[in-house]
């Protein structure tokens, strides 16, 4: 039986990973763990995801809540990262993030914990997106750098960071197959007199309104077509889905960080 622990319990996506465990016959929640403060510190989380209780407390001390874990699920916010990971390191528990918007520091401590544990970071944990990636990479590579690429997301209205996580690790795929640093080439925003379209750009564009999942597309343009490439969640249980087989993947892995990539062992 995996053993998980889910931290971020009562958010939307902690809810999610909780009722996605609780029909698994191979997996079981050993832990959960919300920020201090919050209202359900003590609860069942089984019951907070609306199922029959599990006797799994809630906890606000990432060490307590990854005590008993072979692994942890993570949707929480970047500021609670560092602390998550220095938990896990600690009890060594392995962890998947699905933590976006990480800045430097955020992402030196995934890397300094992938030295002693199994860290599997994915700024998007679904199947599908995973492949998507990799299909707008090898587009990119088999167009060749005269297609100009467009990028655009869509997401529920109480997403806080755009582009998304996914949209920049698109763009960051097909960017690396060119050569380039995404960086150098990326375009956020556009408004007044922009002048041409610098040829090399990678234009991102957001949506952010009622209660969308997550949608993302990749137009890629030349002077006489036009191809484009979509995927769209249609429910939240895609992500819980992709960090549960993440999960299971993980615990047979040494030290180190992965991403969805490699559970689905994609390459060339």
């Not at 990262?81 to 992402?107: E, F, H, P, R, Y």
Request: aromatic share 4%; with cysteine; glycine share 10%.
């Amino acid at each position: 039986m995996l053993r998980i622990a889910v931290l971020g319990a009562t958010g939307r996506m902690g809810i999610t990973v909780t009722r996605v465990v609780a029909s698994c016959e191979d997996a079981a929640v050993s832990g959960a763990l919300v920020e201090p403060g919050n209202d359900l510190i003590g609860a069942d989380v089984a019951e907070v995801a609306g199922l029959a209780p599990v006797g799994i407390t809630i906890v606000d001390d990432p060490q307590r809540a990854v005590r008993e874990a072979d692994v942890a699920i993570d949707f929480t916010l970047p500021n609670a990262a560092i602390s998550n990971l220095d938990a896990c390191v600690k009890q060594g528990c392995g962890i998947v993030m699905g933590t976006t918007g990480l800045d430097d520091a955020q992402q030196q401590a995934v890397r300094q914990a992938g030295q002693a544990i199994g860290v599997l970071y994915g700024r998007n944990m679904s199947v599908g997106v995973t492949v998507f990636t990799e299909l707008a990479r090898r587009a990119a590579r088999l167009l060749g750098p005269d297609w100009e690429v467009e990028i655009s997301e869509a997401h529920h209205r109480f997403k806080v960071d755009a582009p998304s996580g996914t949209a920049l690790q698109i763009g960051e795929a097909i960017a690396a197959e060119r050569g380039q640093n995404l960086d150098d080439v990326a375009c956020y925003e556009r408004q007044g007199s922009t002048g041409p379209r610098p040829r090399d750009a990678i234009g991102f564009s957001s949506v952010r309104a009622g209660s969308l999942v997550g949608e993302h597309t990749v137009v890629l343009v030349s002077d006489t077509e036009l191809l484009r490439l979509e995927h769209r969640a249609l429910d939240r249980a895609t992500f819980a889905q992709g960090a549960l087989r993440a999960a299971r993947w993980l615990v047979q892995q040494p030290a180190g960080v992965y991403g969805m990539a490699d559970v689905l062992e994609l390459g060339d």
